[in-house]
């Protein structure tokens, strides 16, 4: 006769299991957090009651907490709805050594008006899908390794535990009347849960499912996979091979922009009169009761000494100082270059009704980066793609992306450096940044060519402006402004 197994010596039994593995995840964090070779995000979905918060702190317990975030972000609340849905899941981001943990995160995209809104859902599914697979790819490649772990019970099982917490007055408050509806609708919701899964799981990101009704089975599989994700990063980390930078190739047929306008320089009263007229025109377009529903995203580039800030100084003496906001973009600091590239594009986003203008921008990746080669030929060449489905998601959202490449020849560039030298109050201009990429002025030119045909687009497009005349080029740009809001706005 075999000997019975009390439930005591089960529980005691399968403790001794998960110690090793508690004691490993821990010993993986911390190498994690001291190496920081990447981050890691484990997205956490599943049927109500299939065990997610219980998931969610068996991670907070077994790891060092200090080095894990939670995010449980909700449906889009009034704050978050005056910016692009993926937002709030790019300013939550963790830096590398971290981990982040999120309650359904981006996949709130699609499930959301998939289980309560039909007809956004059929208007905005295959879109959402897009994003996801979309912003996937992208944290992989900029070494954020993910984890999705979807937790499952039948529908048999999920009433009997609803039934349970909702008879004991100590835990009736966890079962919510969203988690009634959805078991009322069991299967619309696991019919939907599997065609998110089913559409966005792919080899580099798959989807885990895990069985919600064994807790002892669920905590294993769930330690164990995220174990095995952050084992296998740091091993591919310690074994990887410089990256061997291989010069850009010299593009024959570039495109290179006039720096000076047809006819002569602009007059002082005609460019004063003008300026005038334009700035007020302005104001009156950021007054407008259709702009509060819009918003403005400006990116400026040029070479140095093009005009950018004079540019933008005009811009901003016509708005509402508490209307618009100036970023001037340099080299990352180290909390940005912790992050995926964009993060800190996206972190500035103009809410609906206002201006960002970014002196410099995510342009960088594919000029200063690739003519310097301070990033592999491989992520600036992914970048074009990258940063076109970042303007769409900002023009999807009724943003208006304006883009301005300040055209300087080299003759003129040459005489403005030397005026600032020559003058104490402007000397601080110029840098020998300034003088080492003016070594590079040819290649920029390329650069810049490749750029604008790659990602000059109906929805985010570029004007070049002629920049050797200064008073020239802030009108220009003053005007093209103007002109792409009211475009927008009709």
Not at 169 to 190: G, I, S
Not at 329 to 348: I, K, M
Request: net charge positive; charged share 35%.
């Amino acid at each position: 006769m075999g000997r019975s197994v009390s439930r005591g010596q089960a529980k005691k039994d399968f403790a001794s299991v998960l110690a090793p593995l508690r004691d490993a995840l821990l010993q993986a964090q911390v190498l994690l957090h001291e190496d920081k070779p990447f981050a890691i995000a484990v997205i956490v979905t599943g049927i109500p009651t299939a065990g997610r918060s219980e998931t969610v702190n068996q991670f907070l317990e077994w790891m060092n907490p200090k080095y894990i975030k939670v995010h449980a972000l909700e449906a889009p609340k009034k704050v978050s709805r005056t910016r692009p849905p993926l937002w709030r899941f790019w300013n939550s981001l963790p830096a590398r050594g971290e981990i982040a943990i999120y309650f359904t995160g981006w996949y709130d995209d699609f499930l959301s008006p998939a289980l309560f809104d039909a007809k956004k859902a059929a208007r905005h599914e295959r879109r959402a899908i897009e994003r996801i697979r979309q912003l996937e790819a992208m944290l992989i490649r900029d070494r954020v390794r993910i984890v999705k772990l979807h937790m499952h019970i039948d529908e048999k099982e999920q009433k009997a535990r609803i039934k349970k917490l909702r008879h004991d007055k100590a835990t009736q408050w966890r079962v919510t009347d969203e988690d009634l509806w959805l078991a009322k609708h069991y299967r619309k919701v696991d019919r939907i849960f599997s065609r998110c899964l089913e559409s966005t799981s792919s080899p580099v990101a798959p989807w885990h499912i895990i069985d919600g009704a064994d807790h002892e089975r669920r905590a294993f599989e769930t330690g164990s996979l995220v174990l095995q994700e952050i084992e296998l990063g740091l091993k591919r980390a310690r074994h990887a091979k410089p990256a061997v930078q291989v010069a850009a190739p010299v593009v024959t047929d570039a495109t290179i922009f006039p720096s000076r306008q047809d006819g002569d320089e602009i007059g002082d009263d005609a460019y004063d009169a003008e300026l005038e007229k334009l700035q007020g025109r302005l104001a009156l377009l950021s007054r407008e009761s259709r702009f509060a529903k819009r918003g403005v995203v400006l990116a400026f580039e040029g070479m140095d000494a093009a005009g950018k800030g004079g540019a933008i100084r005009r811009l901003t003496s016509a708005l509402d100082a508490r209307q618009y906001t100036v970023i001037p973009v340099s080299a990352p600091s180290p909390e940005e270059a912790a992050r995926p590239y964009l993060w800190r594009f996206w972190r500035h986003i103009s809410v609906r009704g206002e201006l960002t203008i970014y002196d410099r921008s995510w342009y960088g990746r594919v000029l200063v980066e690739r003519v310097r080669d301070l990033a592999a030929e491989a992520d600036w060449r992914r970048a074009y793609d990258e940063i076109n489905e970042f303007e769409k998601q900002l023009t999807e959202h009724g943003l208006i992306v304006l883009k301005f490449w300040l055209a300087l020849g080299k003759d003129e560039q040459l005489k403005r450096f030397e005026e600032r030298d020559n003058d104490p109050l402007k000397a601080f201009k110029v840098d020998p940044e300034d003088w080492a990429n003016r070594r590079f002025y040819d290649d920029y030119q390329r650069a810049a060519s490749d750029m604008i045909k790659r990602t000059d687009t109906k929805h985010a497009p570029w004007t070049v402006v002629e920049a050797d005349d200064k008073k020239y080029a802030r009108l220009k740009v003053l005007r093209a402004v103007c002109e792409g809001i009211e475009k927008a706005m009709e």
